[in-house]
């Protein structure tokens, strides 16, 4: 058995072991079961269990099928590379405690627009949560202030004297931001966006609280340009 086969087998079954461990299976449960079963709770699982249930494939072959003493399959340097990698996330998945470590900047909803639009000039922003003291009350986006500002009747509406508030009120239907806590798993987040667009809509941000509650304070902020962030944290794309 060559070193590839040797440091492949390591992964994998460091990788079951983490399943059985995490799973109420009965031991000695098929892999594939213990993929299937935690693949209904667990993103990162579900992620990863088309490559988890190809690699179960290779290791039967490494271990059960030989020709002349012979192993008759042995696992590339890519597949060695990502089972490894693999492993690596389902052991330690990767969390968006990594979007904390920037200041999420939020306004009041007695805040004029005027403010508003200036604050997200200097800091780039394209999204503010808006707060009632301490009750979220909706996410301020470029795209709500575009439609506010186009649906205004002349006289144009000084946006120095109007509130947050009132273009909140225009925004209700199409602004949505998503609570996470900040033990939530990456994966999570692309299942999170993937879904919305799917199925509910446009998710303009996902906000993260220590227990996932919007009535705790906002720690971190998660958009669709981060995405990309994400995708080479998992390293999704990997060759």
Not at 39 to 65: C, G, P, S, W
Not at 79 to 98: C, D, G, S, Y
Not at 183 to 205: P, Q, V, W
Request: proline share 3%; with cysteine; charged share 20%.
């Amino acid at each position: 058995m060559n070193s590839n086969s040797r440091t492949y087998l390591e992964a994998f079954i460091a990788i079951e072991h983490n399943l059985a461990e995490r799973c109420d299976l009965p031991r000695g449960a098929p892999f594939t079961q213990l993929v299937d079963t935690l693949a209904k709770q667990h993103a990162t699982v579900r992620y990863m269990a088309d490559d988890l249930k190809a690699f179960a494939r290779l290791r039967n072959v490494i271990v059960h099928e030989r020709g002349g003493g012979q192993v008759l399959a042995e696992p590339n340097d890519w597949a060695v590379r990502r089972i490894q990698q693999i492993a690596e996330l389902l052991i330690k998945p990767p969390t968006v405690a990594m979007f904390t470590r920037r200041r999420v900047m939020s306004v009041s909803h007695t805040t004029t627009v005027c403010a508003a639009m200036a604050l997200m000039a200097k800091h780039h922003y394209s999204q503010l949560p808006v707060f009632q003291g301490q009750h979220y009350m909706g996410l301020l986006t470029t795209r709500t202030l575009t439609y506010w500002i186009g649906s205004q009747p002349a006289p144009f509406t000084d946006v120095c004297q109007t509130l947050v508030a009132e273009v909140l009120q225009s925004a209700e239907h199409w602004e949505r931001a998503h609570f996470v806590a900040v033990t939530s798993e990456l994966t999570e987040i692309l299942e999170l966006f993937a879904d919305h667009n799917r199925e509910k809509g446009h998710l303009d941000a996902i906000l993260i609280t220590h227990d996932g509650h919007s009535s705790s304070d906002i720690i971190g902020i998660i958009v669709a340009a981060d995405i990309v962030h994400i995708s080479a944290e998992l390293k999704l794309y990997n060759e």
